[in-house]
């Protein structure tokens, strides 16, 4: 099947008036993203869908490449799900297609495409996962390969012949290995053009993706104004931070929460944070009103132990991904240990080397004779940190102030800076 002609150019919208509701929803759109192009735009259709009645499209794309998600993943699904609850259809797209070339964007070296067995073992666990963040009921499912299997090499040449070369070039990761002499793989080039053809597709009226995807983003815009659609807005969200507070959250790194980790685990990894971090974390991953988390912001910097914001975030994804009644336990959990048996008195460490490793940490404490020690007591969950039971052996604590305790009787007041 061939790339589809070019319609006649969408007609100039009509001017629709710009509403209370319009505002409350352009201010949704605004929390927490990095980007939104062009906000004009945006209001535009946000005034004509509350004119018209008629939803906006709003889609967002993942590559399966790897079969579990993380909460830095739901950065963008915490998005969608506020402008699902605004009444807009969100498409939620598994890159099944997509995955087989591999995104390359950020990447200074080609990515290996990945099998089609990898790819549909992935995507079985991905929307799945994703429902606990969307709202199945409200979400349309679909798969790139709906419409770029049937393409064909004649439909693929009739595409690419719609984008330049020198436009590609435009994108910083290809401009630097193209002027390193790295490879840049025919394929890697087609990767912008598959995403931006699936917004013609798609028929979308935003897109949304990490900043690392801003160029991909603005290919589907061109392409769209090429097939006579109007063109999608874009809105890109800031990449988070793991629990480390340093580098992007990475299973990798082991500075990850994941959302299949049981909830005292995942309570226990949010409460490990340092205070600054969550401050960052609060608006792209709490659901609360933007002026609640202002007003707690504002009662810890005067005075309010920011503990108990922490506690607020950490029940809130907790319950999230594994209900009330679970984030309960883990919160009373938490306070049990944290109430009971901690010493007046206990030796105070200072340590440097944040985020540092958590048998790095103990051992340097003096809490235990080796590193392979504090690992197993970790996985025996005979080490707590302010109370909460550590159970991640790959954890990195963030620079802060904590209260260790390794088995019953062993405590340490830590100080940890960079």
Request: neutral net charge; charged residues 25%.
């Amino acid at each position: 099947m061939s790339v589809p002609a070019a319609a006649p150019a969408a007609a100039a919208a009509a001017v629709h008036p710009v509403t209370d509701r319009v505002r409350e929803a352009l201010a949704v759109s605004l929390r927490g993203c990095q980007e939104l192009l062009p906000e004009a735009d945006w209001v535009k259709k946000l005034a004509r869908a509350e004119a018209t009645g008629r939803p906006l499209r709003i889609k967002l794309g993942l590559d399966p490449t790897a079969p579990d998600i993380h909460i830095g993943h739901t950065v963008v699904l915490n998005k969608m799900r506020q402008l699902q609850d605004l009444g807009h259809t969100v498409i939620f797209l598994i890159g099944d297609f997509t995955s087989m070339i591999g995104d390359p964007s950020g990447r200074n070296a080609t990515r290996p495409p990945l099998t089609r067995e990898q790819i549909e073992a992935n995507a079985q666990t991905y929307y799945r996962q994703a429902s606990l963040v969307l709202d199945p009921a409200k979400t349309e499912i679909r798969y790139n390969s709906e419409w770029s299997d049937p393409l064909g090499a004649r439909g693929m040449i009739e595409l690419a012949a719609r984008y330049t070369l020198a436009r590609m070039l435009e994108r910083d990761d290809f401009t630097k290995r193209f002027r390193a002499g790295s490879p840049i793989g025919i394929h890697e080039l087609l990767y912008p053009l598959m995403q931006g053809y699936d917004s013609v597709a798609l028929k979308s009226d935003l897109e949304l993706g990490g900043t690392d995807q801003k160029f991909n983003l603005l290919v589907g815009r061109a392409l769209q104004q090429e097939y006579g659609q109007e063109p999608q807005c874009i809105l890109t969200m800031p990449l988070l931070e793991g629990i480390d507070g340093v580098e992007k959250m990475s299973k990798s790194k082991g500075n990850y929460i994941g959302i299949t980790e049981d909830a005292n685990t995942m309570f226990a990894k949010v409460l490990s944070i340092s205070d600054e971090l969550m401050w960052r974390w609060y608006p792209l991953l709490s659901f609360r009103p933007a002026a609640e988390v202002e007003r707690l912001q504002a009662e810890v910097a005067a005075g309010r132990n920011p503990k108990d914001a922490k506690v607020l975030l950490a029940r809130e994804i907790t319950a999230r991904f594994h209900g009330a009644a679970a984030a309960d336990a883990a919160e009373a959990d938490f306070r049990h240990r944290a109430a009971g048996g901690v010493p007046d008195e206990i030796p105070e460490v200072s340590l440097t080397g944040a985020p540092l490793a958590i048998g790095a940490l103990l051992k340097q404490a003096g809490l235990v004779p080796s590193t392979s020690e504090a690992l197993r007591l970790v996985e025996q969950g005979g080490v707590r940190i302010d109370g909460a039971v550590v159970s991640d052996k790959g954890l990195k604590v963030a620079a802060g102030r904590c209260v260790v305790q390794v088995g019953k009787r062993k405590f340490a007041r830590v100080l940890l800076t960079a």
